[in-house]
């Protein structure tokens, strides 16, 4: 495959993109001809599960929750590894094995370390 | 819905599209995936790193008690096995036939060789910047220890922090592999950031932190881009794939590959602080811990020039040509913005900030000379400068004392008279800095033009000599302050501050730096042939069980 036949390819990108970006035009474009539009007060407030909204976007949230996010980390990436390697466990061996065990005991001393540091009480 | 993938194909309607055939398996199972053979004790010493910071986490987070001085102690112990762990490789490599009283006659040969299927280059190279690294460990952790106490900060975490980013650094210099590489930087450069914002209580230690981060992070996408477009120009990521690519096929247009070499320049540059990437270094150096920066002025430059070095003196030597400007001004640029810039300061961990970025221009000489001969000054610099720059952030970091805030030129007033040793010893490592004869730093300076000046760019050896007289204005001024008891004006008589106690970590760590600034200063042969010695290496794996270097030469 020669050098311009390469950067040809991304004529297919290009064409992708732009398609995606006129399917949205359109399909917007003709909601906006055909719906009607009758704007009241109401329709602007910022729905909240069926309560009213209280105080403005920009309020703080606890620092307690970064801790539990960081720790959700941990575990999301451990399952994002393990379930594509645990279908193919028989073909890894015990190589595979080892392999992950290791990875699993890295970041088990990751939340041995937490729990010791008493992040995962709620204080 | 067939019909469709039909016409896509461009079969004829009703015909068909025959599957791949499937491996078969054997009756026993499916067919096990080839792994590569690993040689574990040539990776003894990244192994040792690695667990040791994740034992001392592990014992420090089950052993509620402050452990005060087991941390530091621990600390140099894991880095003095590591550098011990060198040594038997490092007789293989250079195929000596015993070491010591042990016999090293290898079944598999002698000399450099690859391992985990390509991955890795063991070579002298490597194993001599591992052992640049683990001394700055060492340095580190004796000023951390008084440091953290002094600041009520003491914990595992900075030891652990040092010892990944020491892993990291490892493995940036033993990657035979770009992705390799880039997983080095990342392991280096985020227990780095970390470590820049260790100071709890400070706020520009925070600033510091988020700054580097942010601004590393970037310089980390850049080179991840280069990577990418390396790989599409040559088709692997292997540097021993891509040299025999290169080998082998002379391409029509290159852009995509000048391309990435450029981003791959950029990710570089960032790491070693040449301008125009040297923004954040004057921030982080003064905003991060002093014992944290004493350990990074050193490792994360040694681990950014060893890769800066393999990939582009070693892989892409035939594309000097092209590189080779590039490296010029970024050498011109480095070393006299950093000594012009840094003139203007008034903080001393600013001004040797600047000294670095100086520093690093003249490293970069050297890179560009792209011989042996260059790698040879470049790892002669590398070592000298750690113990150098170690030793000055030593002073630093004494002479703050608590709280952290006496890095102005005025704190220093006087030192001479309060700690006359203390004092000596702090002229000594600028005057290194600045090049002058019986220290590393004329030596380290002296090899680097000296590359130059064999690749032919006399011209470039004369911006670097113009340069270091600049350069030296920087020191001579904090020298002239510590001297001298007037202000700056000379006419009133400021009284000297209180005599500074200096605890024992840090004259350990101030002596370590001191002897090795004057002794290799005084007797350079040995760190010069080891540097000769520790010639990089690109060995294709005898396993190719990747095969990127199979793959690249049969393709396009």
Redesign the interface.
């Known amino acids: ?4 036949d ?1 950067v040809r390819q991304y004529l297919t990108v290009a064409i992708f993109g732009g398609l995606a970006v006129g399917m949205v035009g359109l399909i917007l474009g003709v909601g906006r001809i055909l719906r009607p539009d009758r704007p009241q007060e109401q329709k602007y407030i910022t729905y909240e599960s069926g309560v009213d909204p209280v105080g403005i976007g920009w309020s703080q949230s606890q620092i307690r929750y970064y801790v539990f996010a960081l720790l959700f980390v941990i575990f999301d990436v451990e399952a994002v590894f393990i379930f594509p390697w645990a279908t193919r466990l ?4 015990v ?2 094995l080892v392999e992950m065990g290791i990875f699993i005991v ?1 970041l088990a ?1 990751g939340l ?2 937490a ?3 008493n992040v995962l009480k709620w204080v | 819905m067939s019909a469709l993938w039909s016409i896509l194909a461009q079969v004829p309607p009703g015909g068909v599209i025959s599957p791949a055939p499937e491996p078969v398996a054997p009756p026993g199972g499916p067919l096990p995936l080839p792994t590569p053979s690993v040689e574990w004790e040539a990776l003894a010493p990244l192994i040792i790193l690695m667990a040791g910071a994740l034992l001392l986490l592990t014992i420090t987070s089950l052993v509620k008690r402050k452990l005060h001085g087991f941390y530091a102690a621990y600390t140099i112990a894991v880095a003095v096995a590591a550098m011990v762990a060198v040594l038997p490789v490092w007789a293989r490599v250079q195929g000596w036939p015993r070491l010591l009283w042990i016999d090293l006659t290898h079944d598999d040969g002698t000399g450099p060789f690859s391992t985990v299927g390509g991955a890795v280059g063991v070579d002298g190279f490597m194993l001599f910047v591992t052992v640049v690294i683990c001394g700055a460990v060492i340095v580190g952790a004796l000023l951390a220890n008084d440091y953290l106490r002094r600041e009520d900060l003491d914990g595992p975490e900075l030891y652990v922090l040092m010892l990944l980013s020491a892993a990291g650094g490892v493995i940036m210099a033993m990657a035979n592999d770009l992705i390799v590489l880039f997983l080095g930087l990342e392991t280096l450069s985020i227990a780095v950031y970390v470590l820049a914002a260790m100071h709890r209580r400070r706020i520009q230690s925070q600033e510091a932190g988020l700054k580097y981060f942010v601004l590393g992070s970037f310089a980390s996408a850049f080179f991840l881009y280069g990577i990418a477009m390396v790989f599409g120009a040559t088709g692997s990521t292997n540097l021993i794939g891509i040299k025999d690519f290169m080998a082998e096929v002379v391409p029509v247009e290159n852009g995509l590959l000048l391309l990435g070499l450029v981003f791959l320049l950029v990710g570089f540059g960032f790491k070693v602080a040449a301008v125009p990437f040297h923004a954040w270094s004057p921030d982080v150096y003064d905003g991060s811990p002093a014992p944290v920066v004493a350990y990074m002025a050193g490792a994360v430059k040694a681990a950014a020039f060893a890769g800066l070095a393999r990939v582009f003196m070693v892989t892409f030597s035939n594309y000097a040509n092209d590189w080779k400007p590039v490296i010029w001004a970024l050498a011109i640029l480095s070393m006299l913005g950093g000594a012009m810039l840094g003139a203007v300061q008034h903080n001393v961990k600013r001004i040797l900030a600047y000294s670095s970025i100086n520093n690093a221009g003249f490293i970069l000489v050297a890179v560009a000379a792209a011989d042996e001969v260059g790698v040879q000054a470049v790892l002669f610099y590398l070592a000298a400068y750690t113990f150098m720059v170690a030793g000055a952030f030593a002073v630093v970091t004494v002479v703050d004392r608590r709280g952290e805030n006496r890095h102005e030129l005025s704190d220093y007033r006087g030192l001479a008279h309060t700690n006359p040793v203390l004092a000596l010893v702090f002229t000594i490592f600028l005057l290194a800095q600045a090049g002058v004869p019986f220290t590393a730093g004329f030596f380290a300076k002296f090899y680097a033009v000296t590359a130059a000046v064999n690749a032919g760019a006399w011209w470039l050896a004369l911006v670097a000599l113009l340069a270091a007289v600049v350069a030296a204005f920087l020191y001579l001024r904090i020298v002239a302050v510590m001297y001298m008891a007037g202000d700056e004006h000379g006419a009133v008589e400021v009284p000297a501050g209180p005599r500074i106690r200096v605890p024992v970590g840090g004259w350990l760590a101030l002596a370590v730096c001191f002897v090795v600034t004057v002794g290799v200063g005084i007797v350079p042969s040995p760190l010069l042939d080891a540097a000769g010695e520790a010639r990089p290496a690109l060995v294709a794996s005898p396993d190719a069980v990747t095969g990127p270097a199979a793959a690249a030469s049969t393709g396009p």
């Open positions: 495959m020669s050098y311009s390469f028989e073909t890894y061996g190589f595979g890295i001393l041995v370390y729990w010791r540091k």
